[in-house]
């Protein structure tokens, strides 16, 4: 099993950090069905050390959900480096330094995947995050900035020396963003040159395709993101149901979390995105999907859901 620092998983099936839709209620789900870790959406290390609300809500967690990872975005070392003393004191196991996102408004502020192109500041950042927790501190990155510009071999090294306990790599450049194959051959590379556990990321649609990165790459571990979306199930063998009851079951669980832990009303667009997506591909689907858009309320959405599960 691995161990990232002193925290050790039951199993090397993670949740990757997503931003709008890995919030309390979808890492608890996630949980439920089977991921050893969750990781947070991102969280500025600007809204943090300004204690902006918004941003303190992001990181509410219940004991429930640990082991629970908290991923910090940011091109400042010592704004970085308060944010994560003060992570620190919040119930959680894994402080990860997000270095691999493509947005365009977070690598214009030299944060994200822009890190890559300045390792400098990027090793300054996680010896201070590292200086600044007793937390296992994780890295997410890629592969390089292009495809000419590949130097994941040496990022993952510098991070080790850094201090880093752990670095996901997603087998694209940034220049990728998310289209194209993930190189797993250059996720090979990463986990040939450090002691330290690498966790393959970048198209993963199924529990199998996990267990084969994992043969292919030698990784410790698998980060699950955009295949995660309306199917908590791609966490454990058995895969996505068939049966569309079992379906809307899986999404009716997640609105009673959603219930339990948010004011869903305001985010109500966000939620419906999300419920859409549990019935992408299945034979009729865009009826169901037309009416759980449709819906005008949240408790519309909920008796939507319930009236499926009774198929």
């Given at each position: 099993m691995i161990k990232i620092g002193t925290l050790q998983l039951t199993n090397p099936m993670i949740l990757a950090p997503l931003a709008g839709y890995t919030d309390l209620p979808f890492r608890?789900?996630?949980?439920?069905?089977?991921?050893?870790?969750?990781?947070?959406?991102?969280?500025?290390?600007?809204g943090l050390v300004y204690h902006q609300k918004n941003t303190i809500d992001?990181?509410?967690?219940?004991?429930?959900?640990?082991?629970?990872?908290?991923?910090?975005f940011g091109g400042e070392a010592d704004v970085m480096g308060a944010a994560a003393a003060i992570l620190s004191d919040y119930p959680i196991d894994i402080i990860d330094i997000n270095m691999g996102c493509p947005v365009?408004?977070?690598?214009?502020?030299?944060?994200?995947?822009?890190?890559?192109?300045?390792?400098?500041?990027?090793?300054?950042?996680?010896?201070k995050v590292c200086a600044n927790t007793n937390l296992p501190v994780t890295v997410k990155t890629r592969t390089g900035w292009t495809?000419?510009?590949?130097?994941?071999?040496?990022?993952?090294?510098?991070?080790?020396?850094?201090?880093?306990?752990?670095?996901?790599?997603?087998?694209?450049?940034?220049?990728?963003?998310?289209?194209?194959?993930?190189?797993?051959?250059?996720?090979?590379?990463a986990k040939r040159a450090v002691t330290i556990p690498i966790i393959g990321n970048g198209d993963i649609l199924s529990y199998d395709d996990g267990i084969r990165m994992m043969g292919n790459t030698g990784c410790d571990a698998v980060m699950i993101?955009?295949?995660?979306?309306?199917?908590?199930?791609?966490?454990?063998?058995?895969?996505r149901p068939t049966d569309l009851s079992d379906i809307a079951s899986g999404l009716t669980r997640h609105l009673e979390l959603i219930a339990r832990y948010c004011d869903p009303e305001p985010m109500l667009a966000r939620i419906k995105n999300h419920g859409g997506r549990y019935f992408k591909g299945l034979p009729g689907s865009s009826t169901i999907r037309q009416s759980i858009y449709a819906a005008r309320s949240f408790q519309e959405l909920q008796k939507i859901s319930s009236s499926l599960t009774k198929r």
């Open positions: 608890l789900l996630c949980r439920e069905f089977g991921a050893s870790l969750c990781y947070s959406e991102m969280i500025s290390c600007h992001m990181i509410r967690s219940i004991p429930e959900e640990r082991p629970v990872a908290m991923q910090l365009k408004k977070v690598v214009k502020k030299g944060g994200g995947a822009a890190l890559m192109k300045n390792p400098q500041l990027a090793e300054r950042i996680i010896r495809h000419q510009e590949i130097n994941v071999t040496e990022f993952v090294q510098m991070a080790e020396q850094a201090g880093a306990a752990a670095v996901t790599v997603h087998g694209r450049t940034w220049s990728d963003g998310f289209g194209g194959s993930a190189d797993q051959e250059l996720i090979t590379a993101g955009r295949g995660a979306l309306g199917n908590p199930w791609v966490f454990d063998k058995q895969g």
